[in-house]
């Protein structure tokens, strides 16, 4: 798929990853954006910035996802790409508060899930439509420094990797976005990548460009870190190897906070 034209929402759109797609997505030829965050003025700011429209959204209220779609249908049309984006770090172990595992259960696995519920029938109507969820290495790997992230991130790939298989004959494409550290707020914290910087950290920019020729292949896995394909042959291949590798690593990192 082409950006060109296309009608695409980005979650997540105040700043980060979010607000680069939507300086990308305008560079690309779409024909209309719209970005949606809990921060409201950084989201106004985007928003102008990229001759777009700015909503409102807590991605980990279904309402609020709903509410965005028909807003944003209403207002500029069907739409053709949607990127549930948003995210969050908030490292933490198996002892962390039930609270704090329901947070990162709710936005980085449950507003995938309302996203597709609220945009993926009229896309399989129409017959085209592109879903971009994102997830991280994480979700590809593990986080050796958190299970609530790890654990989640794993869920969001797992339940792409279902999408992908229900509607790809719709004329749905899936894809899901893994990086490493990219430099985002989420990062700009001492616990924020202690780990997944180690093969570099790259700019939101960048992993724009990872995006763009994702979508033309229409292939499942963007990932813009390449070290993270030869780490996943390496866990596929011997998994028991790769445990043992990850627990050392663990031990010398320390844990994240």
Same mark, same amino acid.
């Given at each position: 798929? @082409?950006? @060109? ?25 779409? @024909?209309?954006?719209?970005v ?5 003025? !950084? !989201? ?11 909503? +409102? ?6 309402? *609020? ?10 207002? !500029?049309?069907?739409? *053709? ?49 592109y ?9 590809? !790997?593990?986080?050796i ?6 654990? +989640? ?8 990797e ?21 430099? +985002?707020?989420?990062? *700009? ?8 910087s ?13 995006v763009?020729? +994702? ?19 390496? @866990? ?13 690593w ?8």
């Open positions: 798929m @082409k950006v @060109k034209d296309k009608i695409a929402v980005i979650t997540g759109g105040a700043s980060g990853i979010g607000a680069a797609l939507a300086r990308r997505f305008r560079t690309e030829g779409a @024909k209309a954006i719209a949606a965050d809990i921060q409201e003025s !950084l !989201l106004q700011e985007v928003a102008a910035e990229v001759d777009g429209m700015a909503v +409102t959204c807590n991605v980990a209220d279904e309402d *609020d996802i709903q509410n965005l779609v028909s807003e944003v249908e209403d207002t !500029l049309g069907p739409i *053709d790409i949607f990127c549930s984006n948003a995210g969050i770090a908030r490292l933490g172990d198996e002892d962390e508060p039930n609270d704090e595992w329901q947070m990162n259960w709710d936005i980085h696995v449950m507003a995938h899930v309302y996203a597709v519920r609220a945009v993926a029938p009229g896309m399989a109507a129409r017959g085209s439509g879903l971009i969820h994102t997830a991280s290495a994480a979700g590809l !790997l593990s986080h420094q958190s299970a609530t992230y790890s654990v +989640t991130k794993h869920a969001a790939v797992a339940f792409a279902w999408v992908s298989i229900k509607y790809r004959d719709q004329g749905i494409c899936v894809s899901v976005l893994a990086p490493q550290a990219v430099r +985002t707020p989420m990062t *700009d914290r001492p616990e924020g990548a202690i780990v997944a180690l093969d570099g950290m790259i700019e939101p920019e960048d992993l724009t460009d990872y763009i020729e +994702t979508m033309a292949k229409e292939e499942f896995l963007m990932i813009p870190h390449q070290e993270v394909k030869g780490y996943m042959a390496r @866990k596929n291949e011997d998994i028991d190897r790769w445990l043992v590798g990850m627990n050392r663990r031990t010398k990192s320390g844990p994240a906070r």
